[in-house]
């Protein structure tokens, strides 16, 4: 990738509360770039720094050292009036407590940046009103936060990110308090959402099955320091340290791994990619199916091989269903 497929360019970043021997130092010497289009989460334990680089990015928090920029822009750059242009037009925080306006509809709530920036009530609703539906809340506008159960709400804020235009979303554990039915729908509305609309999302998480099943890139941190930044197969086939290795130990790589990961392995080895259009879906799985979904559709097709499809259903790989067993099982036997 090129300079002009980074969105986000951090350099030495770090944060520290305090001065002198009552010094905490949150964050030290993070380095972290985001591409666009990218769905990049940050992990860790609790206190690793994750959520204070988060704020960092669009400075909710200044950093005491190092430099970020968005879209070549030095943040340390731009005035009170600037920053607030750049967080509602270009990179939009998703807060965990959805911070929805009671009193106010759906509609309105999801509007509430566009009535920021100055939008016609018809312009701001016409553009509130296809988010909620491209979080599945068409026709529910005119309903308050209230009436709507916490997952539902959830879709709200990010109907409210959406809306604005916003090219990042900056996630911060938004779907921790939700039930786990309701938190996986979520995460693949995230990763729908992300891929239709062009999105670049940073996600922060504790839950590193999580972490695997919505991200792209993974950039793990221990202490305020990055303990390792790369794929989920990455992570899995070749953690940095012992460290590493123990925080992967108990994921279920079924779940974790995606297709698209066993195409760009060198640990599996698949077709040449091709331009073909498959028209029988029982031949066909996605690329963003994990290694589970993809042995399901092995068993239920009775088939030897399958077509990876992109989103525009043409063919980019292919997989067996040994390869998926065998990066299943490699994975395994490389953690141990």
Known sequence: MTDSDVVIRARGLGKVYGSGRSATVAVEEVDLTVHRGERHVLMGLSGSGKSTILRMLNRLIEPTTGTVAVNGQDLATLGAKQLRRLRNRQITMVFQHFALLPHRTV?????????????????????????????????????LPGELSGGMQQRVGLARALATGSEVLLMDEPFSALDPLIRREMQDLVVQLAGDLG???????????EAMRIGDRITLLHDGRVAQSGTALDFLLRPADAFVARFTA?????????????????????????????TDPADAVPEEATLAEAATRFRHGFRDRLAVVGPDGHAVGSITLDSVLAAVSGAQERAA
Do not use: I, K, M, Y
């Open 250 to 278: 108990d994921v279920d790589r079924s779940h974790a791994l995606r297709v698209t990961d066993l195409l760009s392995s060198d640990v599996v080895s698949t077709n040449l990619p091709s331009t073909d259009v498959v």
């Open 199 to 209: 999105r670049t999302v940073v996600f922060v998480s504790h839950d590193l099955n």
């Open 107 to 143: 509609r309105e709530n999801a509007a509430f940046g566009l009535r920021l920036r100055g939008f016609s009530r018809a312009d701001r609703g016409e553009q509130a009103d296809a988010a909620l539906a491209a979080v599945g809340l068409e026709g529910r506008g005119d309903a």
